[in-house]
């Protein structure tokens, strides 16, 4: 059956081309520790299944060039040969022509005409085998006894993997992409009917709202975790890219990674390839020096490039260091002088770190000859652009004589991300959380000018204003306004701006999606969104906002000069928990006089209302989704999906005591009471806690709502005996 | 023969070709796109799919719309999706002689002109038919690079 063997070939090939990754991996590995059997183990079996599977299904070529690598190889691991430069060059060059041959396969369903004799010929000649005498006609696979490894070793990894293939399933991406659309599509129905539901007080309406909710949330979660992938996956070639530039620079760098593990969306991986490979050629180029000269400057003959990823307040981090000779800063600025890019004097002006983002202008290297392999055009103008493009940000540190790195911070995801609504002149905009640092109020007249620039002090330190209504030409005047306002403190570039709006609404969730083309040109937008209402929503592009705005380069110095310490003054202990939808919520850790947790057992009802005996007297317990009806999500059904254990703040004010039912403790953070007014009744304001917004309840408020409510219960059930 | 469908902008009575249009609809609610060139109205969500709106009177060089009237949506589709232009009133769609086809007015301003690609006498009106890709271009990247590189 034709379609039958389509598959198996095309399983073959994806298979295959993994497999030539970690051969490459693998054969540097051997370079650096040419005694270890373990990877030659993995060599020689990657090799040998190769083999195997070609001849199965007939490329004879590829099958030729396989055998006569495996047999090179049989000789390393028998310990008769030894490796060698020369030889892993060769194996790698295999791998290389292997590749050429997948590729003929895939686009041709042949392995092409070519039988490479050349190679087979180096790979018979490092085996010390007389030119001409590789085999023509390997035996087919099985009937040649194959040196098998006799330690038990790799036998039983080889059987721990074949276990773990049975419980995974190779799935098309496109199904995937597919299934991330409609996701989103879900998710906007969610908001949508959620809206619609908190308009009216329907119950069985609110319940099966509350059931979408939460079935929408894990299907979410689940299909966003199917998209992830280690980011292993992007940078699996930069060791060998280091490699070859290495030898072809006569330069000695070894290449590190950490955080193999960290997983990201697939389109974020394959975006960020480039980049990153950009930067570790340019790193391996620019960065580490000769091994005279780093021998000269006291350092190590071989440089090191580590590439780091890890995750980092609900964003990634990839970190790419090497320890060179650093960025000559007055390299750069004499270069950007000649690109006409700034006048002498600006660059005399410049701080160190403008300086060092005048690297990111278009055409600029400081690369004091143009190499085969760099400075051929595509600067770090590119990759910037390609890291801004998915949402990232990329920035960069040096030291002249110790080394560079280059930080990236990415997006999770680029699907669904979770944004504040704010309003300005009565529009309504999403910001990314991603860039949020916290909320502050003000109030007229406390923002001033400091050299034209409007400033806000925070904490003693002073962050440039941007209005977003002036920013937006949305009209009104800011200063007119009598009532206060909101500063929302943005992140853009690594500065620190804040952007005043009219009005916060509920932090909510939100799909991204493109802008048509005729918008693209407006860098102060991300995207749009469809809102809970059903209108379209902008998403405000924070980095290009501080570009228009001009705070990028602005009046930061100062800030940065006042980073270290921050004062962190009326910090205030706050207990963090989740409600029972799982949104975070904190209370003033003095106003809670306990926290119990009571078995549900343990709880008796009187009529409406439960309560525990807590000692002599009898504490009444309230399920905070009772209290403080959340617009964005139904109430949960008391009772349904109940814990066995019940999480409960004590709140005591003289003789009163409330028991507040909550859903899940999560941490006492200390921090500086900074709290925006919020709209709903029981709630304080909101603030940022461990970079999430975070309700503030407010528990007298709580206590006299629960008060009233009990005194409307007993006049209405008064009413109804009488 | 030739489909145009029909609908009128400020009193002018103009058409496009049918197969381009993807379908009609009332007026909806519009988001406005600050710092956007003034053709754009602004996005409108089609069925969970965000609209590019396009206000016909701009590139024709119309006074602006009554705010009390609220516009149609003729959707159509371009190359790079599919974009709504506002119109005041849709009416049907007619069956064209392409022999007919006269050259646009030259009462028409020379920017109007040249989103015109011929006009049909019909009964004492004039229909004029629009180049859709024109009248998108003109609002393309273009015009907007300008506005942004103001500052």
């Avoid at chain 1, 129905?189 to 949330?217: F, G």
């Avoid at chain 1, 009802?605 to 504490?619: C, F, K, M, T």
Wanted: proline fraction near 6%; hydrophobic fraction near 40%; charged fraction near 25%.
């Amino acid at each position: 059956m034709p379609g039958e063997m389509d598959e198996i070939v095309a399983e073959f090939l994806v298979e295959s081309y993994e497999s030539l990754d970690r051969l490459d991996r693998d054969l540097l590995a051997l370079e650096r520790d040419p005694h270890s059997r373990e990877v030659l183990a993995s060599i020689f079996r990657t090799m040998h299944t190769i083999k195997g599977t070609c001849g199965f299904l007939g490329f004879a070529k590829l099958e030729r060039i396989a055998h006569a690598a495996e047999s090179l190889l049989a000789g390393l691991r028998d310990g008769s040969l030894s490796i060698t430069p020369q030889t892993a060059g060769v194996l790698l060059a295999t791998g290389d022509v292997m590749r050429l041959i997948l590729r003929q396969i895939e686009a041709t369903g042949t392995d092409g005409e070519d039988d490479h004799d050349g190679l087979v010929e180096d790979l018979g000649r490092l085996r010390g085998a007389p030119p001409g005498v590789s085999p023509a006609v390997p035996p087919a696979p099985g009937a040649q006894p194959e040196p098998q490894p006799v330690r038990s070793g790799p036998d039983r990894s080889v059987g721990l993997r074949s276990a773990v293939t049975e419980t995974t399933v190779r799935v098309d991406v496109n199904v995937l992409d597919r299934l991330m659309t409609l996701v989103g599509e879900l998710v906007l129905a969610r908001n949508q009917l959620a809206a619609l539901a908190s308009d009216r007080a329907d119950p069985s309406l609110a319940s099966a709202t509350q059931s979408v909710d939460r079935i929408t949330a894990e299907l979410q979660e689940g299909v966003t975790k199917t998209r992830l992938q280690p980011i292993r996956t992007a940078w699996a070639t930069l060791p060998r890219v280091a490699r070859d530039l290495a030898v072809a620079l006569d330069k000695r760098v070894r290449i590190e990674t950490d955080g193999d593990d960290t997983e990201l969306d697939r389109s974020i991986i394959e975006a960020i390839k480039d980049p990153l490979t950009h930067i570790v050629r340019n790193a391996v180029d620019h960065g580490i020096e000769g091994p005279e000269a780093r021998v000269a400057a006291g350092k190590a003959e071989e440089g090191a490039v580590i590439v780091r990823a890890y995750h980092e307040g609900g964003q990634v981090t990839i970190e790419v260091a090497d320890d060179g000779a650093g960025i000559d800063l007055n390299a750069v600025r004499t270069k950007a002088v000649e690109l006409a890019s700034v006048t002498p004097e600006q660059a005399k002006r410049m701080s160190e770190r403008e300086a060092l983002d005048l690297l990111f202008l278009p055409g600029l290297s400081t690369a004091d000859e143009v190499t085969t392999v760099s400075g051929r055009g595509v600067g770090m103008d590119v990759v910037r652009t390609n890291i801004e493009r998915i949402g990232g940000s990329i920035d960069l540190s040096s030291r002249r004589g110790e080394g560079t790195i280059f930080k990236i911070r990415i997006p999770l995801t680029l699907a669904i991300i979770p944004v504040l609504i704010v309003t300005s002149r009565d529009e309504r905009f999403a910001i990314p959380q991603a860039n949020l640092l916290e909320l502050v109020g003000v109030v007229p007249g406390s923002i001033e000018i400091l050299h034209e620039v409007p400033v806000y002090r925070l904490r003693d330190r002073l962050l440039p204003v941007v209005s977003l209504a002036r920013e937006l030409h949305l009209g009104g005047d800011d200063e007119e306004s009598p009532a206060g306002r909101f500063l929302v403190v943005l992140q853009a570039d690594d500065r620190r701006f804040g952007l005043l709006v009219d009005g916060l609404s509920d932090p909510s969730e939100i799909v991204v999606k493109p802008l048509g083309a005729q918008l693209h040109g407006l860098e102060v937008f991300a995207g749009a969104t469809i809102l809970g209402t059903g209108r379209v929503g902008l998403i405000l592009d924070v980095v290009g906002l501080a570009a228009r705005a001009g705070v990028v380069g602005d009046v930061h110095e100062p800030l940065d000069a006042e980073r270290p310490g921050e004062v962190l003054e009326d910090a205030r202990a706050l207990l963090v928990f989740a409600d029972a939808a799982g949104g975070r919520m904190a209370v003033p850790l003095d106003l809670v006089d306990r926290l119990e947790e009571f078995p549900r057992a343990a709880i008796e009802r009187s009529g409406l209302h439960e309560a525990v005996p807590y000692g002599d007297r009898i504490l009444p317990l309230v399920p905070l989704h009772e209290l403080i009806v959340d617009r964005r999500r139904a109430p949960r059904h008391a009772g349904e999906d109940m814990p066995a254990e019940l999480q409960v703040l004590v709140h005591r004010r003289g003789e009163d005591l409330l028991g507040l039912v909550v859903g899940r403790i999560i941490d006492i953070v200390e921090q500086p009471a900074e709290l925006q007014p919020a709209g709903r009744p029981g709630v304080t304001g909101t603030m940022f806690v461990q970079g999430r917004i975070t309700e503030i309840l407010d528990l007298p408020g709580l206590l006299e709502m629960r008060e009233e409510r009990r005194r409307l219960d007993v006049s209405a059930s008064a009413g109804a005996a009488s | 023969m030739k489909q145009l469908a029909t609908f009128t902008v400020d009193g002018r009575f103009l058409g496009v070709d049918v197969t381009r249009v993807r379908e009609v609809l009332r007026p909806q609610e519009l988001t406005r796109v600050p710092l956007a060139p003034p053709q754009i109205a602004g996005l409108i969500n089609l069925r969970g799919e965000i609209v590019t709106a396009f206000d016909l009177r701009v590139p024709l060089g119309r006074p602006q719309r009554n705010p009390n009237e609220r516009p149609m949506n003729v959707v159509v589709a371009t190359e790079h999706g599919p974009v709504s232009m506002l119109v005041d009133d849709v009416s049907e769609v007619l069956d064209l002689d392409e022999e007919a086809v006269e050259r646009p007015p030259s009462t028409l301003g020379a920017s109007a002109r040249d989103l015109i690609v011929g006009a049909y006498k019909l009964d004492g009106r004039l229909l004029l038919e629009l180049d859709l890709d024109a009248v998108i271009a003109n609002t393309g990247p273009s015009g907007i690079d300008a506005e942004v590189d103001e500052r």
